[in-house]
């Protein structure tokens, strides 16, 4: 696979040390002569020294055949333009992929065409969600759909959730969302339509990203 | 008419001063208290401290209804983001972004935003002038130099601001 990395800080540094590891073919672009100078002491000869939010350098840098372009500096606004001008400049069929450093940017982004997003903050809030006793009972976004602005949450119904006791059917779920399955038990409920959750339910969600908020509200209160 | 500005460097506070004394509301929004310095002691408009690439800030400040936004700090991909939002989240429709990268200027006029670039501008002005070109240079060149001698305040303000026969 051949990756352009935009942003040559710690975090592109060490995707770029861990992508070579893997056997993968990168390309960093860094805008900093001496932080450029330094990463290709370390890892060859995988860096150009120029700006990455400038589409000529893109270019340079190969991207129209790479197969990601992942825009990782520690600036939303200049993450954005890297990634939209990857879009115009390297053609549709790579994968284009932005850190975002302001969680509210995930859906800022997808609105303005890049569905893409990682944000650090939201992945430490997940591990930090999946790993604190919930006491019988939480919501976790599991992870987002690609190309899609969709997202996978499981819920675990709690004691006094708004949800308990009520069949599937009756509850006001946001538009565009759909309950996927319930697992009981270890065991999948069939008729996912009629059942009637009970607490300890696992309820696995499709949702727009947008609408996690009023899920969480619906399922576990 | 209702304007927002973001950025209140020289060209922010400039022409926030200008519409301000023309009559419009506006609001002008910097991520540094000591910037508003730049606008004339005279502005009876709104200042806001906060980031203008912040849905939440443009949200506070009002941005949805707005008759014009202009993205003026002295950043292009901060200029980019924060009219972007404003058209495609907040749907308002006359959009301005500072973009001194001509390339990046031009890509993003594609997308709706009207961009202009400092470079250009500047650079045909100068060469309008440097060739005599009076079709080009020279109504830019007269007004230009009506306003600098109102800010320097050898001349009222009313003689600077463009007349209707003009327009």
């Known amino acids: ?221 | 008419m209702n304007v927002l500005i973001v950025g209140s460097g020289r060209v922010g506070a400039t022409l926030a001063g200008m519409l301000d004394g023309a009559g419009h509301a506006v609001t002008i929004v910097d991520v540094d208290r000591a910037s508003f310095a730049h606008l004339p002691s005279t502005f009876k408009g709104t200042t806001h401290l906060g980031n203008g690439a912040d849905l939440d800030v443009l949200r506070q400040v009002g941005v949805d209804k707005v008759d014009a936004f202009l993205a003026l700090t002295d950043g292009d991909n901060r200029n980019l983001m924060a009219a972007q939002i404003t058209k495609e989240i907040f749907g308002v429709k006359r959009v301005f972004a500072k973009v001194n990268d001509p390339i990046r200027a031009e890509i993003y006029r594609a997308k709706g935003i009207t961009t202009f670039s400092r470079t250009t501008i500047l650079a045909v002005l100068l060469q309008a002038m440097l060739l005599d070109d009076r079709e080009v240079g020279e109504v830019l060149l007269q007004r230009t130099m009506k306003l600098e001698r109102v800010m320097a305040g050898e001349e009222s303000a009313a003689a600077a601001a463009p007349s209707g026969a003009r327009r």
């Open chain 1, 1 to 221: 696979m051949y990756v352009v990395i935009a942003g040559g800080g710690e975090i592109g540094y060490h995707l770029a040390k861990a992508l070579i590891e893997a056997g993968h073919e990168v390309m960093v672009i860094e805008s900093d002569r001496h932080r450029a100078q330094w990463i290709e002491e370390q890892l060859g000869s995988v860096v150009l020294n120029a700006p990455a939010d400038e589409g000529r350098y893109q270019l340079e840098a190969g991207c129209q055949r790479a197969d990601a372009v992942l825009a990782v500096t520690g600036e939303d606004p200049k993450n954005l333009v890297i990634c939209q001008l990857a879009r115009y400049n390297c053609g549709p069929h790579g994968r284009v992929i932005a850190r975002v450093n302001d969680p509210k940017n995930e859906i800022v982004f997808k609105a303005l065409g890049i569905d893409e997003t990682v944000s650090s903050t939201r992945v430490l809030m997940n591990v930090i969600e999946q790993e604190l006793p919930t006491g019988g009972g939480g919501f976790l976004p599991l992870m987002p759909l690609t190309g899609s602005h969709l997202e996978l949450i499981e819920a675990e119904i709690a004691p006094g959730a708004p949800s308990v006791g009520k069949p599937v059917r009756s509850l006001d779920m946001p538009p565009g969302s759909l309950i996927g399955g319930i697992v009981r038990g270890g065991k999948v409920v069939p008729g996912v339509g009629d059942a009637v959750l009970q607490v300890g339910d696992r309820v696995i969600v499709f949702a727009p990203t947008v609408a996690e908020a009023e899920v969480r509200k619906t399922l576990y209160g």
